[in-house]
């Protein structure tokens, strides 16, 4: 069964913090993807990783993949409250060009001052 | 300017009364996909169009159906909404190239009574 994992599901930090954010998955794939989520609101992409070894960062956000590992990180410097919201990470495991994804359950972040 | 657009944002419907969700996009994206996303869970794909091809994930009721009249739309008919079929419905779209992420709209939050 193909399986996406994250974790922690919940956390919570303080403003200042760093921490990392843990998304497994159980099928090959060269792609990963993650994404941001407000409460009620719809989802942003943040970050697409297309190779093993692949680095990106954006401001406090950092994402990374280990295809060998099957691992990608979501790692948070000096957290701010503007971060709290929850994050997924996606896979596509069929390749291809149609783009299928299987999400994680999510990390629900919640930064507190 | 929104790029991918999803009306109505709120519905309420009746048990068994059949609804329709729509989503529009400006993108001249290939690929459309449905996501229902329940409460605190991940979003589950429930269908995609390649152009107009339709694929139906495997566990998809078949309560649920689709149509894409043309690129610009794609449609969710819920034949006999069940309250277990309250959900946030995700409009997603993506050109079919392997750099590419899903940009999602800002969905439609379905009530059934």
């Known amino acids: 069964e193909l399986k996406v994992e994250q974790n922690p599901l919940f956390l919570s930090m303080q403003e200042g913090k760093n921490y990392t954010i843990y998304c497994n998955y159980s099928t090959t794939s060269d792609r990963l993807y993650w994404y941001r989520q407000d409460p009620g609101k719809s989802l942003e992409s943040l970050f697409v990783l297309l190779s093993n070894g692949a680095v990106k960062q954006e401001g406090r956000l950092m994402a990374s993949l280990d295809t060998k590992a099957r691992l990608s990180t979501l790692h948070i410097t000096a957290a701010v409250h503007d971060l709290s919201a929850t994050y997924f990470c996606?896979?596509?495991?069929?390749?291809?060009?149609?783009?299928?994804?299987?999400f994680g359950k999510g990390t629900k972040l919640s930064v507190k001052p | 300017d929104a790029m991918v657009i999803q009306n109505p944002r709120y519905q309420v419907t009746q048990f068994g009364k059949p609804v329709t969700l729509s989503c529009s996009q400006t993108l001249n994206h290939n690929v459309m996909y449905w996501y229902q996303q329940k409460s605190s869970q991940a979003p589950k794909l429930l269908f995609h169009y390649y152009d107009k091809d339709f694929n139906n994930e495997a566990d998809t009721p078949d309560n649920f159906q689709s149509r894409r009249p043309n690129t610009s739309f794609c449609f969710l008919d819920i034949r006999s909404p069940g309250l277990g079929d309250a959900a946030m419905y995700l409009c997603?779209?993506?050109?079919?190239?392997?750099?590419?992420?899903?940009?999602f709209g800002p969905g439609t939050r379905l009530t059934v009574l």
């Open positions: 997603a779209t993506r050109l079919a190239v392997r750099t590419d992420t899903q940009y």
């Open positions: 996606a896979v596509d495991p069929y390749g291809g060009s149609q783009g299928n994804l299987i």
